[in-house]
């Protein structure tokens, strides 16, 4: 036990009146005149013995009265905490859980309308004199500063649901801001919330002694929620006229198996697909959805279905942009390619533009998809640099050496920037493919049937490379000396694909071949640009902007979304920003709505981009007090403590556990009774 006045204490030195009094008065006797004191012989030893028992009896209601009449003034406590109470000034920080899954509900009503109760309680259990911080899952700029009582209360009422998420140790941090440079000397953090132990990480939260941090858990009742989890294609090259197959993940989060789940896709506003699925409790399937593109251009699609009562999970969005032509450059050292343009010209898909090497354009790097060095003699530094440059930014190209090409040039403006083999030598053995690496990805959808013996290239003379290097890579075509013919190479976002051998006859036969077609027209079709299908909000990704230069800064591009009624209910200017040819778009969290936005450039539609909602929501998987509890007792996390957020005075709840259980009430109660009693002793039983 604890006082909150402890001076007050010295006023027990008042007891000693009771005493006194007792010593000076009670002991003096009254001298009474009778006749005949016979008949009290028989009751003069029992009445001197009540007598003394009564002013014993006197003396020790008046001393208890008087002790306990001190310690009310003394205000006693017992603590909950460690902490000593004390009256000062207070700093409160209260953090709302404002996330969808408070969209949920429990036997009281909705968690979120429970979580803005509470926190209101929390700021009335305080003095008007004490500030306050309210922050939600959107850490708004207007929420990092302290308010007054009245005002906190407004920020309160005015929160709303967000697709923002934040871990708890982020929260934490926020919190400690606001602290940082306050003097008030209670510091007192609040976190109101349904804990989703998808979003709990105590491990890298730090134990701050100087803040008392209180975690109030509000639970949902039921925890069944069934969303779409995420989409991709079975095959990475979307075609005109091609089936195409979407794997869509569905995951059941309950405990119950659901039957007979439909699943819908629509494409820019038309039905494409439609299934079903069925889930056994706490799994998830993958869904295939089979349809076929007959047209070019962009690509708004949404993925749905119905669950209740959690929704903002129910649909999926993902766009792209379905390419009507591959653009190539073949750069060469006359600006001619025979077989290189014997292979693309002559296909509508493709756009193939030659250029020499006296006449290099690099600002034209960035619109192509795919570019082919052929047989160029040597690799200037400055080529070098800008072909670094495409390769990292997304471009795909294809080195056929020149026939007597200058090596040290080669490794040193090229191979080695982008950590891939070098040559070492040149081998004029004779020799021939071997083998086509089968297993890779690179040849799906390539052969209808493959012979046992296949004819393949043969090769006259061929360039070595190193043993080592640190990209990513995949030999797609071995020599008979298991030597590489042909491999590709991972660097950055970008690909590279490298032969051993130019493509002049006297080296091999390879552009002869009949293999020659289907491996250039693979590679071609793989250099296809891959956007991304969908950005997640509250990530703020940057989003690539296509086929760019260095004049996109200059230029106003919109980002618009567009309402079930086509009109524009969305529309800012994103910034634009350009590194090494590579522009992108930084829209720095002002998207909060799921959905397909289309980036146009007056008024012309150029990309469309898609945003989701963080899965992380979707599992509603809560944690309870005691496993807060425990979950801090491992983390040994001696500032943090569980208050029930439920029923009850919430207010009551709070004063104890700053002030602890005060006991000045009961003192008083003490101290009348005892004087009470005194007054009995005295005045009845005389």
Request: aromatic fraction near 10%; glycine fraction near 4%.
């Amino acid at each position: 036990m604890n006082f909150l006045y402890p001076s007050f204490l010295f006023a027990l030195a008042a007891i000693a009146i009771p005493i006194i009094i007792h010593l000076f008065n009670f002991q003096r006797y009254e001298r009474i005149v009778f006749t005949n004191v016979k008949l009290l012989k028989d009751i003069k030893k029992q009445t001197r013995s009540r007598a003394k028992l009564k002013h014993l009896l006197v003396l020790l209601s008046r001393i208890l009265a008087i002790t306990f009449l001190v310690l009310a003034f003394a205000q006693p406590y017992i603590p909950v905490s460690d902490q000593r109470v004390a009256n000062k000034d207070n700093i409160i920080s209260i953090f709302i859980d404002n996330s969808f899954s408070m969209d949920a509900e429990n036997e009281n009503g909705h968690l979120f309308a429970q979580a803005k109760e509470s926190a209101i309680e929390i700021s009335l259990a305080y003095k008007p004199t004490d500030r306050f911080q309210v922050i939600t899952n959107d850490f708004e700029a207007r929420h990092q500063k302290t308010v007054n009582q009245e005002e906190v209360v407004q920020l309160i009422q005015d929160i709303e649901l967000s697709p923002e998420v934040k871990k708890l140790s982020e929260i934490i941090i926020r919190q400690k801001d606001i602290f940082r440079d306050s003097e008030s000397e209670g510091k007192k953090s609040f976190i109101i919330s349904d804990f989703q132990k998808s979003n709990l990480n105590f491990g890298k939260i730090e134990s701050d002694t100087n803040i008392s941090t209180t975690l109030m858990p509000v639970t949902p009742q039921a925890q069944n929620n069934i969303y779409i989890d995420s989409c991709w294609f079975e095959s990475p090259i979307r075609q005109i006229d091609r089936p195409e197959n979407l794997i869509v993940r569905i995951r059941n989060n309950g405990d119950n198996p659901r039957e007979n789940v439909p699943i819908k896709l629509t494409i820019n506003g038309s039905q494409k697909a439609l299934s079903s699925c069925s889930l056994q409790p706490n799994a998830y399937e993958d869904i295939v959805l089979s349809f076929t593109f007959t047209e070019a251009g962009i690509k708004n699609c949404e993925v749905s279905l119905t669950d209740f009562p959690v929704t903002f999970d129910d649909r999926f969005y993902f766009s792209f942009n379905l390419q009507s032509e591959l653009v190539i450059l073949c750069l060469s050292d006359t600006g001619i390619s025979q077989y290189v343009n014997s292979l693309f010209e002559n296909d509508d898909y493709f756009n193939l533009l030659n250029m020499g090497m006296k006449n290099i354009d690099y600002s034209k790097f960035a619109e192509q998809d795919l570019i082919i060095l052929n047989g160029l003699p040597s690799i200037s530094s400055g080529l070098g640099n800008e072909l670094g440059k495409f390769i990292n930014r997304g471009g795909n190209i294809v080195i056929f050496p020149g026939e007597d090409p200058d090596i040290q040039s080669y490794n040193q403006n090229l191979y080695e920037p982008n950590d891939i083999r070098f040559i070492t030598s040149f081998d004029t053995i004779q020799t021939a493919a071997y083998r086509l690496n089968l297993e890779s990805n690179f040849y799906a959808d390539v052969f209808d049937d493959i012979p046992e013996n296949m004819d393949l290239p043969t090769v006259y003379s061929h360039f070595t490379f190193s043993n080592f290097c640190t990209a990513e890579e995949d030999v797609l075509i071995f020599l008979r000396n298991s030597e590489p013919l042909l491999t590709r190479y991972i660097v950055g976002k970008g690909t590279v694909y490298q032969f051993a051998i130019s493509l002049d006859k006297n080296q091999s036969n390879f552009s002869e071949h009949a293999i020659f077609v289907p491996v250039m027209y693979k590679i071609g079709i793989n250099s296809q640009h891959r956007s991304q299908l969908f950005y997640t909000i509250g990530d703020d990704t940057p989003l690539l902007l296509r086929g760019s230069s260095n004049k996109a800064q200059e230029l106003v591009y919109h980002l618009k979304r567009k309402g079930s009624n086509n009109i524009v209910e969305f529309d800012i200017i994103p910034e634009v920003r350009t590194i090494n040819q590579r522009s992108e778009l930084l829209i720095h969290n002002q998207i909060h709505e799921a959905g397909n936005y289309k980036l146009s450039l007056k008024d012309e539609n150029k990309e469309s981009y898609s945003f989701n909602y963080n899965r992380r929501e979707s599992n509603l998987d809560c944690a309870s007090s005691g496993e807060l509890i425990a979950f801090i007792e491992e983390s040994n996390l001696a500032n943090l403590n569980v208050l029930d957020a439920g029923p009850g005075n919430l207010a009551i709840k709070i004063e104890e556990m700053n002030e602890g259980k005060k006991l000045w009430k009961l003192c008083i109660i003490f101290a009348l009774a005892f004087f009470a009693i005194e007054v009995v002793l005295l005045r009845i039983l005389r």
